[in-house]
């Protein structure tokens, strides 16, 4: 049985929203606790990547905050600093961003990560592809959902030291990805807001609060 360290990817300066999106109330509940809630389901642990610093507001979820080596590199400096500190080889992501990242999606993910590897007729990696990410109903790669091998942290690591902190191009430096289709995904409940809904601006939150089963 494989198991899993949960991630979840802080830390970004939140510009365009004016303030941290992981506190950020949806349904009486900060972001940051409804992401740890739904990796708590999947995931023996949960890590908080939470960039430069330490952060006393994240403190009551009582979760391992993890800052990052390569301090204001991005996500990328993110989850290679919070793969270097996970128990397990195998990790479920899920940023602040995507505040309806759900089990529910990502057990969707493992099951066509699976699927993909028995039906491969090739086993390569033991375990499959190294990295699983989603891919929106508009075809729009969300690199921060999904799941995520510590193999690959070298190649991690090797962007971030050229200075190149472009999510995309670390995807494609990477000789195994599996783009997971969400078109192929049926919630239990019908109405439930998208687990790739991206929320960077009031804008944003708005839209996400009214979406709010």
């Known amino acids: 049985m494989t198991h899993y360290s949960g991630i979840i990817l802080t830390g970004g300066a939140s510009r365009r929203m004016g303030t ?3 506190l950020l109330e ?12 739904e990796l708590s389901q999947l995931a023996e ?11 006393r507001e994240y403190s ?18 993110g989850l290679h600093a919070a793969l270097s500190h996970t128990q397990h080889d195998w ?3 899920a940023a602040c961003d995507l505040p309806f990242a759900s ?3 990502l057990r969707y993910m493992l099951t066509a ?7 491969s007729g090739n086993p390569g990696q033991p375990g499959g592809a190294d990295v699983a990410v989603a891919v929106s109903r508009e075809g729009r790669v969300q690199p921060l959902l999904g799941l995520y091998h510590k193999r690959v942290l070298p190649v991690l690591e090797a962007a971030l030291d050229a200075g190149n902190y472009r999510f995309m191009d670390c995807l494609n430096k990477l000789d195994d990805v599996l783009y997971v289709q969400e078109s192929g995904f049926t919630p239990a409940v019908p109405a439930a807001p998208s687990p790739v809904f991206n929320m960077n601006t009031p804008e944003d939150y708005a839209a996400a609060t009214a979406m709010v089963l």
């Open 20 to 22: 941290d999106k992981a």
């Open 60 to 77: 009551s979820l009582g979760l391992l905050q993890v800052t990052d080596v390569y301090p204001g590199c991005g996500p990328l400096a």
């Open 91 to 93: 990790n479920l992501v």
């Open 45 to 55: 642990c949960t890590v908080i990547a939470s960039g430069p610093r330490q952060r």
């Open 113 to 119: 990560h699976a699927e993909a590897h028995m039906g």
């Open 26 to 37: 949806l349904g009486g509940r900060p972001v940051i606790a409804r992401l740890a809630g």
């Open 103 to 105: 089990a529910e999606f």
